[in-house]
Antibody, heavy 119, light 108 residues
Framework: QVQLVESGGGVVQPGRSLRLSCAAS????????VHWVRQAPGKGLEWVAL????????YYADSVKGRFTISRDNFKNTLYLQMNSLKPDDTAVYYC????????????WGQGTLVTVSS | EIVMTQSPATLSVSPGERVTLSCRAS??????LAWYQQKPGQTPRLLIY???SRATGTSVRFSGSGSGTEFTLTISSLQSEDFAVYYC??????????FGQGTKVEIK
């Protein structure tokens, strides 16, 4: 079955960097676009970034543009999120989510990885 | 950016009751709307897409309706496993993909 497993979260000081990973299995990874979506503690869902199946099309939320970089390795079936210049407002559970083949909603989500930005 | 607004923020309901959740878009999203369910400590799960199509595994208790700017998620007879937070999401005009703030369905 479809599995998305995030890793790389942790506690980091403001201004520092962190890289998240999302390992995909159970489907043909290189045929699907994938997103990062985050959820601050006790809050709702916020879309962060998208990368197309071939990595050619990338979009970011304004709140992370210029600081975060989404990438993927289709040979390793892995999605990444490089997060630089982290702010306390970036504290959240980060989910990777698969976009469906037919439209841009999300049909599978990982379990999430918690990023805490605090001094 | 399309703003999605859900109401109410919290709904207190007894098991067996019929529940109606609302989602409004700041401009038309046609029928490009999804609903997700998130139980405490769990990951979001797709329930409804294209405003009214049930995702695989979604109980027939759940139905979606609406188009344009007004949408509704109805749970015909609330079961104990349905207590959760429900989010709507538009995918008509992106980026960004935008979610409502969520409606929490809690036990009365």
């Amino acid at each position: 079955q479809v599995q998305l497993v995030e890793s790389g979260g942790g506690v980091v000081q403001p201004g520092r960097s962190l890289r998240l990973s999302c390992a995909a299995s159970g489907f043909t990874f290189n045929t699907y676009a994938v997103h990062w979506v985050r959820q601050a503690p006790g809050k709702g869902l916020e879309w962060v970034a998208l990368i197309s199946n071939d990595g050619r099309n990338i979009y970011y939320a304004d709140s992370v543009k210029g600081r975060f970089t989404i990438s993927r390795d289709n040979f390793k079936n892995t999605l990444y999120l490089q997060m630089n210049s982290l702010k306390p407002d970036d504290t959240a559970v980060y989910y990777c989510a698969r976009q469906t083949a037919m439209a841009t909603f999300f049909d599978s989500w990982g379990q999430g990885t918690l990023v805490t930005v605090s001094s | 950016e399309i703003v999605m607004t859900q109401s109410p923020a919290t709904l207190s309901v007894s098991p067996g009751e019929r529940v109606t959740l609302s989602c409004r878009a700041s401009q038309s999203v046609r029928n490009n709307l999804a609903w997700y369910q998130q139980k405490p400590g769990q990951t979001p799960r797709l329930l409804i897409y294209d405003a009214s199509s049930r995702a695989t595994g979604t109980s027939v208790r759940f139905s979606g309706s609406g188009s344009g700017t007004e949408f509704t998620l109805t749970i015909s007879s609330l079961q104990s496993e349905d207590f959760a937070v429900y989010y709507c999401q538009q995918y008509n005009d992106w980026p960004p993909w935008t979610f409502g703030q969520g409606t929490k369905v809690e036990i009365k």
